[in-house]
């Protein structure tokens, strides 16, 4: 059994979370370990003693984070309509990935060594498989659309981020993906 952490110490894991959030959003999972303890205001040394491995940092800084995604993509799974279930989903993905680079890391990264995250990604993928065959048992996917299509789209949209509207070619992604009337 573990002690619990005396308060500064509490205090500089809580700032070291979340200056990796802040800069593993901003450059990726591989941005300088030193630029982080620098925005916590710590050590190197500290930074270390507190996660000895990046891989204990990246999920330290992201489990919150894919909690919460894994709680909207339920909340898509459990929306009225299968259509807007889908697209909820898909936009509060892209939106995610679009400008937090750790993110689209986590969600396309093989994760070794951070069994916790590749877990979590691996529930949201079950969600995201459900909303998929929710969508298609109501007639409002393509039938030859599926999870790994769903993988490039997101991509495809979140790349286009720097470029300009991603939203708008989102759009024209999503009139793709509806069945074609005959």
Not at 16 to 39: C, S
Not at 87 to 93: A, D, F, K, M, P
Request: proline letters at 5%.
């Amino acid at each position: 059994m573990s002690r619990p952490l005396r308060r500064d110490a509490q205090r500089n894991r809580e700032l070291l979370v979340a200056a990796a959030r802040e800069v593993f959003g901003e450059k990726g999972l591989d941005a300088p370990l030193e630029e982080i303890a620098r925005r916590a205001g710590v050590s190197i040394g500290t930074l270390y003693n507190r996660f000895p491995t990046r891989t204990d940092l990246v999920e330290a800084a992201f489990s919150g984070m894919l909690d919460r995604w894994a709680g909207e993509a339920e909340q898509a799974l459990a929306a009225e309509d299968p259509w807007d279930g889908l697209v909820q989903l898909i936009v509060r993905t892209c939106e995610l990935q679009s400008v937090d680079r750790g993110m689209t890391e986590i969600c396309t990264s093989d994760l070794p060594g951070a069994p916790g995250l590749r877990a979590a990604r691996e529930r949201v993928g079950e969600v995201f498989e459900k909303v998929l065959e929710r969508a298609h048992g109501a007639g409002v996917l393509r039938p030859d659309f599926g999870l790994a299509d769903l993988a490039f789209a997101i991509a495809a949209t979140t790349q286009a981020a720097p470029l300009g509207d991603w939203r708008r070619h989102l759009t024209f992604l999503l009139d793709g993906i509806r069945p074609q009337d005959t």
